[in-house]
């Protein structure tokens, strides 16, 4: 149905899944890693990363919890409504006494519960419509908490998009413009180039920028009005592609290394660079916001949160591989903030099909994700306007909410591909609150209701091992004081400018 706002769409096996969740994972924060371990010192990168690392994969485990709980109040609501139906179409045959009894009474209102609980307690946490955090967060939060839920999920979506709709075409400028001058080897660390210089012809920069904007709105927009699973081949093929790519450039540096030809000595520590850092990893962990679209339609969850857990490690052995090997191979004062474009020069690598292969790798893990967090965003919006009981007309459903979800970062990236400081409140504000603070708020509200409705000996299936309340309190608390040290050091810097 067009209007259904937790259909699950089609199946896929849980390593497809897997795949999905690490090519959400994996973008442009592992390729701004390697200069963030430099500045900030490998031993208190590396302890800063897998702490992250371990602090995110927590608070999956607690939105996959909440998602199970959803799942619980919705599959509840559906067998008291069937049996409503049943008891109108038996109350014709009841009598008044029947229906007024206490002792009736109270039975009538224990008895669904303890059925239940005896017959598909198993079943009813079952993972089977897609509830988005949206839905999530009107069920289990008050009215304010939901409005600041959409505020902070809005702004990071919104701001992603836009990182994205910008990036792609920056890049491919970035390449293709390059190539034109005398120097085709690739972008040196020291080049400034403005967007009025010519790059084809009579084209300046600026205009080709444009053009690749439009290119890419034009081919990966549609996705926005379908679901995420229509790009299951293309996540795939891109899927080999970034894990070739990420081969290369570990393998490359690795035999530079190997020669003697490295050039970095980083620190074990620098404070200097620690607010990057932690806005790096916190921006290369995120997926919390697109599990349900992820996590719903995979067929069998029995061994789900083990197969999330093997996705954080080859995460975290990807960005450990990657950056040690870069901190290592290339001074810190020479490292880019994209890592790719230092494997631009000759002298790193001699074939020219890997120099442009490797400088359009952020093309292909950037335009993946596109598609995956605007049909998140799209169905946030459907969310939020929902009734329940009410459908959306046709129009509404499939041409106004995905427009305006394209629309506005689609025009952000067209006035400007300088978005500094909105990639800064994304990732160090709105970032921090999704990642931590909403999924801790919300496995905490989730366990509070279920055991009201269910009971407190009902257990749900998919609860997260960090089932204890002193994870919630632990998440917040690391969560403010992220909050409270970006902002001072924010502060602080601005004070000395």
């Known amino acids: ?23 959400l994972i994996v973008g442009t924060g592992a390729l701004t890693m390697p200069k963030a371990f430099a500045t900030a010192g490998w031993l208190v990168s590396l302890v800063l990363l897998v702490f992250l690392g371990f602090m995110s994969f927590v608070t999956t485990t607690f939105v996959m919890e909440a998602m199970a709980a959803a799942n619980a109040q919705l599959h509840w609501k559906r067998m008291e409504t069937h049996k409503e139906e049943d008891n109108d179409d038996d109350s014709s045959t009841a009598s008044d006494s029947d229906i007024l009894t ?3 009474y109270e039975r009538a209102e224990k008895q669904p519960i303890l059925s239940v609980q005896r017959r598909t307690s198993p079943n009813l946490f079952e993972i089977t419509d897609r509830v988005e955090m949206g839905q999530m967060a009107s069920m289990f ?58 790059c084809w012809g009579p084209l300046r920069r600026v205009d080709a920028y444009h053009i690749y904007l439009a290119v890419f709105t034009l081919l990966l927009g549609p996705f926005t009005f379908f679901d995420v699973q229509k790009t299951k081949y293309l996540q795939i093929l891109t899927s080999l592609m970034r894990w070739i790519a990420f081969a290369i450039m570990i393998v490359l540096a690795l035999v530079r290394i190997g020669k003697g030809q490295g050039e970095g000595h980083p620190p074990l520590a620098d404070p200097s660079g620690l607010r990057n850092l932690l806005g790096v990893c916190v921006y290369s962990f995120m997926c919390q916001h697109s599990l349900p679209s992820l996590v719903t339609p995979v ?64 093309v292909f893990t950037i335009s993946t994700n596109f598609p995956i967090i605007a049909v998140t965003l799209r169905n946030n919006w459907k969310t939020l306007f929902h009734r329940e009981g009410g459908t959306y007309p046709w129009v509404v459903d499939r041409v106004v909410f995905p427009t305006i979800t394209l629309v506005p970062p689609v025009l952000v990236a067209f006035c400007t591909h300088d978005l500094e400081s909105l990639v800064g409140i994304t990732g160090a504000y709105a970032g921090t609150g999704i990642q931590f603070v909403i999924p801790a708020f919300l496995v905490y509200h989730c366990r509070k209701d279920t055991q009201v409705t269910f009971g407190y000996g009902t257990v749900n299936k998919h609860r997260s091992p960090f089932h204890h309340t002193f994870w919630v309190g632990f998440v917040l608390l690391w969560a403010f004081s992220c909050f409270f040290f970006v902002t001072a050091n924010i502060v602080l810097s601005e004070t000395k400018l």
């Open 1 to 23: 149905m067009a209007g259904e706002i937790t259909e699950t769409g089609e199946l896929y096996s849980p390593y497809v899944g897997l795949v999905y969740m690490f090519n």
């Open 102 to 104: 206490p002792d009736s």
């Open 141 to 198: 939060f008050n009215k304010v908490g939901v409005n600041l839920f959409y505020f902070c999920i809005i702004i990071y979506l919104y701001g992603d998009l836009a990182i994205y709709a910008s990036a792609v075409p920056f890049s491919l400028m970035q390449v293709t413009c390059s190539t034109t001058d005398n120097d085709s080897c690739g972008v040196e660390t020291d080049a400034k180039y403005n967007d009025t210089d010519l």
């Open 299 to 362: 067929s069998s969850k029995r061994y789900l949160t083990p197969l999330v857990f093997l996705d954080y490690v080859l995460i975290l052995a990807f960005y450990g591989l990657l950056s040690f090997t870069a901190i290592f191979c290339f001074r810190g004062d020479s490292l880019m903030d994209m890592y790719t474009l230092n494997f631009a020069r000759c002298d790193v690598v001699g074939l020219a099909a890997v120099r442009l292969f490797l400088g359009l790798f952020p």
